[in-house]
């Protein structure tokens, strides 16, 4: 049985755990390559200088962020976790 059947093999059996791992591992490359194609790091940069000042903390300065950084292994577990709680409440609704 090779690594990617074991892991297909895995995910059938416990999809929750197989949603938080596989969020925590790809949201570093998926985040910052989803906000830049939507204009993250570059479009909204010629935005920012035509608003003016842009509160930190505010949604917009952390996709600018996020956009431009990449995002901290911390922000990947989130993700992660809420990946694993969107599938264990998907499974409840259907009764699985």
Known sequence: MGLASAAATAAMHYPVTAAVVG?????????????????????AAGVQAGIGNVAAGSLFAAAQSAAAAGISWSTSAVVGVGAGTAVAAAKAAVGL
Do not use: D, M, N, R
């Open 23 to 43: 969020g925590t591992v790809a949201a570093p490359l998926v985040v910052p390559a989803a906000l830049g194609a939507l204009g993250f790091g570059s479009i």
